[in-house]
T-cell receptor
């Protein structure tokens, strides 16, 4: 089992550019979560998919953020345009429905300059 | 609404014990505990599903009191490898989880 795979590991971009983060969940996991982690705000839930359908996107900061899950093995989080305050580590996690623990990917460290 | 953790930080010597608390203002269905080492992703430790249930992982155990909407994580005879930030998480009935702010645990030789 390769675990949850995120790419890229690091991303440095200029303000105003589009950023796309990618995630491959564990095969068989039907719940997928995007989190953002900063020192100030901790781990924030951005969006949650169940069976590829967005269930709760109330944590998405604003319209500049969008997420998709076109199939069970792939999800993207897009920021356009990016701003310096978007700098953070973005984690993707997956789990089985019900009461399984979450498996986190290694994260993408995003720096917007 | 995210759960509240206490204390914010703990410093221990190897072999000492610690307790980390997690409380919520809303009814809890379950409580998760995770540990995150510096520069790494959070790692799942355990989940508690029933009131009063206790579970264990290595020498780490936890309890869950539904009525008090609280959970506690017990670290016994701490080892250097226990250092990291511990998070509790409380899923709502949609299974999406909010995490506490974390408790930074440092174990010194």
């Amino acid at each position: 089992d390769a675990g949850v795979i995120q790419s890229p590991r690091h991303e440095v971009t200029e303000m105003g550019q589009e950023v796309t983060l990618r995630c491959k969940p564990i095969s068989g996991h039907n719940s997928l979560f995007w989190y953002r982690q900063t020192m100030m705000r901790g781990l924030e839930l951005l969006i949650y998919f169940n069976n590829n359908v967005p269930i709760d996107d109330s944590g998405m900061p604003e319209d500049r953020f969008s997420a998709k899950m076109p199939n069970a093995s792939f999800s993207t989080l897009k920021i356009q345009p990016s701003e310096p305050r978007d700098s953070a580590v973005y984690f993707c996690a997956s789990s089985t429905s019900g009461f399984g623990g979450y498996t986190f990917g290694s994260g993408t460290r995003l720096t917007v300059v | 609404q995210q759960p509240v953790q206490s204390p914010q930080a703990v410093i221990l010597r190897e072999g000492e014990d610690a307790v980390i608390n997690c409380s919520s203002s809303k009814a809890l269905y379950s409580v998760h505990w995770y540990r995150q080492k510096h520069g790494e992703a959070p790692v799942f430790l355990m989940i508690l599903l029933k009131g009063g249930e206790q579970k264990g992982h290595e020498k780490i155990s936890a309890s869950f009191n539904e009525k008090k909407q609280q959970s506690s994580l017990y670290l016994t005879a701490s080892q250097l490898s226990y250092s990291g930030t511990y998070f509790c998480g409380t899923p709502d009935n949609n299974n999406d989880m909010r995490f506490g702010a974390g408790t930074r645990l440092t174990v010194k030789p």
